[in-house]
């Protein structure tokens, strides 16, 4: 596809339970980023991946937060135990190479009851 | 004190007006980015700018280093404009450091 996309669209689930969110960036964008926009909060940053350097973890919330980038593609958000501050969109974008134009994806909607 | 901040958080506007959101952020940049999201609706990236002005249509944003402030301009104002206008910068890092954003309606 010509832009970044990410599944699921939305996802429910249980307190406690692990959830995983996939990003797809645009082909060739070396610079993957996962951003996370609360209910009545602005967005803030989670996770920076560039190319095979060590990703910038510096904005996970807690250690029950990890992510992954395979092959310089596709990544993917994991919440461990997930709790109910954890409901918010989760956001992904890419660009073609640092501090450039961000494309984003549309989100995937996390509700924890 | 957020790093950026944006004003007005709310602003609203009769079709055709001219209008200007502003945003000062206290943290050496990279660069400055404008974003725009509709309701229910995804991001889209406007501007991204290190100094100077930038125009596209209707819009345009403006950035002063020394102030460490910029604008977003809209010219003619329209309802489809209506959305949540939203800056941010690159500071320490590669990654984005968001102001609060600014929620827009433009009546017709």
């Known amino acids: 596809g010509a832009g970044v996309s990410q599944s699921p669209s939305n996802k429910v689930t249980e307190k406690g339970k692990d959830v995983e969110l996939r990003c797809d960036p645009i082909?060739?964008?070396?610079?993957l980023y996962w951003y996370r926009q609360s209910l009545g909060q602005g967005l803030e940053f989670l996770i920076y991946f560039q190319g095979n350097s060590a990703p910038d973890k510096s904005g996970l919330p807690s250690d029950r937060f990890s992510a992954e980038r395979t092959g310089g593609s596709v990544s993917t958000l994991t919440i461990q135990r997930t709790q109910q501050e954890d409901s918010a969109v989760y956001l992904c974008?890419?660009?073609?190479?640092?501090?450039?134009?961000?494309?984003f994806g549309p989100g995937t909607r996390l509700l924890v009851l | 004190k957020n790093e950026v901040e944006q004003s007005p958080q709310n602003l609203t506007a009769q079709e055709g007006e001219f209008i200007t959101i502003n945003c000062s952020y206290s943290v050496g940049i990279s660069a400055l980015h404008w974003l725009q999201q509709h309701p229910g609706g995804g991001i889209v990236s406007l501007f991204m700018l290190s100094s100077g002005k930038k125009k596209h249509g209707r819009l345009i944003a403006t950035i002063n280093i020394q102030e460490k402030h910029s604008s977003l301009h809209i010219t003619a104002s329209h309802p489809r404009d209506s959305a949540v206008y939203i800056c941010a910068v690159n500071n320490a890092g590669n990654m984005l450091t968001f102001g609060g954003g600014t929620r827009l309606m433009v009546k017709p």
């Open positions: 082909s060739g964008h070396t610079a």
């Open positions: 974008a890419s660009s073609s190479r640092a501090v450039e134009t961000q494309y």
